[in-house]
């Protein structure tokens, strides 16, 4: 078990897995199994969590879903992010991670910034930017799609090299950006993701 800096720690206390409905846990069903088998197997496990813009969603699902593996210490996980076209991280992911708890240095500036993004002291750091999800930083193939919105879910029919194809998809926070609720929103979005991912990993039994 990783032991996540204390921000995190203090903001995974407001995780509640009483809010995840029955018809969100029979989604995350599939997920729960599928990690199951393979740590019963003793294989790696590979995620690999798709949107259309990589920019969002499939952002903030790869943190958290790294960060549950640490906390509860499920080994050889590794989780990816890609798009079906790459675009940007958005900054307010970004920002919204950090008020989290999370430690982020952009390492290089750009139209398509690279971040390395820490949970943990002793835990190797994320690293955030927007790619395909078929780009060679990626799995090439004994990996589970993660399919974290409808549109690439619908228009991606097929993911070269996945195992394993789970929709577990969200509301888009984007439909608030520049508003008054933008932060509120993106804040909102990240808890959900949190909350599910933390409650993946805590079915999981080592």
């Known amino acids: 078990m990783s032991i996540l800096f204390p921000e995190i720690e203090n903001t995974t206390r407001s995780f509640d897995f009483k809010t995840i409905t029955d018809e969100r846990k029979n989604l995350l069903l599939s997920l729960i199994v599928y990690i199951q088998d393979r740590v019963n197997s003793l294989q790696e496990i590979r995620l690999s969590f798709i949107c259309t813009h990589n920019s969002r969603r499939s952002h903030l699902a790869q ?18 992010s890609g798009g079906t076209e790459a675009t940007a991280l ?21 139209q398509n910034p690279v971040y390395s993004i820490k949970f943990a002291s002793n835990e190797h750091p994320i690293i955030g930017f927007s790619k395909a999800y078929d780009a060679s930083f990626n799995p090439e193939n ?26 577990i998809t969200y509301d888009d926070p984007k ?16 808890v959900q993701i ?13």
């Open 63 to 80: 943190v958290w879903a790294q960060t549950a593996a640490a906390h509860f210490g499920i080994k050889n996980v590794s989780c990816y």
């Open 90 to 110: 958005f900054p307010v992911v970004a920002i919204t991670l950090k008020e989290s708890g999370f430690k982020i240095e952009t390492i290089s500036e750009g």
């Open 142 to 167: 004994k990996f589970a799609a993660i399919m974290t919105c409808s549109k690439a879910d619908n228009g991606c029919p097929f993911i070269t090299g996945a195992e394993k194809r789970i929709p």
């Open 175 to 190: 439909a608030f950006d520049n508003t008054p609720q933008q932060f509120e929103k993106y804040q909102e979005r990240s």
């Open 194 to 206: 949190a909350t599910e991912m933390f409650y993946v990993f805590s079915q999981i039994n080592n």
